[in-house]
């Protein structure tokens, strides 16, 4: 057990509509990752937290957002759901928001979108 | 800009043989790699990873693995599979010259350990 919680673990919706995962990150880890993880395009990252602030962004979708709260919590947004969007979202935290060390990752929200 | 390469999508191997995953990359500073795990339907687990010191890191469940500077690899070894050890396994990098702190990862390959 990583000691990251995601949760739903699985979600399935439909083409338009919107959806929130969310992460409580490891006790004492101040950043949090989000990464989506498809057959096609591997594990890529979307944005990173670091205590409450955005720190870095990657290939994230207007479409998408996320937040990191003051009890370091994060959500992320999906609306206007696509097909292509279909994948597995994990979250992953570290202590810092320039860590040397691994890190620690959920076990994923699984989106299904018809 | 920073990469990870595994040449190989699969890798086939008898239990009790020795196997290795390969990891070429490509960072402008120095390098911090990484070996994650992924069994099915779970997360990422850290193995190893190696920032700086001896070549030859030592991580979870027997596994090593090997930086090599001059070839840019770091590839994962284990002396004896086992076929507990079939999952999916990313390498990654990020550059520790004060470029980007997020992991680059690899798109994964897949180990089959054969009984």
């Known amino acids: 057990d990583s000691g990251v919680t995601q949760t739903p673990k699985h979600l399935i919706t439909a083409t338009g509509q919107r959806v929130t995962l969310r992460c409580s990150p490891r006790s004492g880890d101040l950043s949090v990752y989000w990464y989506q993880q498809s057959l096609d395009q591997g594990l890529q990252f979307l944005i990173q937290y670091y205590n409450g602030e955005e720190r870095a962004k990657g290939n994230i979708l207007e479409r998408f957002s996320a937040q990191q709260f003051p009890d370091l919590h994060s959500e992320l947004n999906l609306s206007s759901l696509e097909l292509g969007d279909s994948a597995l979202y994990f979250c992953a935290s570290s202590l810092t928001g320039t860590n040397t060390g691994e890190l620690f990752f959920g076990e994923g929200s699984r989106l299904t979108v018809l | 800009a920073q990469s990870v390469a595994q040449p190989e999508d699969q890798v086939n191997v008898a239990e009790g043989n020795p196997l290795t995953v390969k990891c070429t990359y490509s960072v402008s500073g120095n390098p911090y790699l990484f070996w994650y795990v992924q069994y099915p339907n779970r997360g990422l687990q850290f193995l190893l990873k190696y920032i700086t010191g001896d070549n030859l890191v030592k991580g979870s469940y027997g596994f090593e693995a090997e930086f090599n500077k001059s070839q840019t690899s770091f590839h994962l070894k284990k002396p004896s599979a086992l076929v507990s050890d079939s999952a999916l396994y990313f390498c990654?990098?990020?550059?520790?010259?004060?470029?980007?702190?997020?992991?680059?990862f690899g798109r994964g390959t897949s180990l089959i350990v054969h009984p």
């Open positions: 990654a990098v990020r550059d520790g010259g004060g470029g980007s702190y997020i992991p680059t």
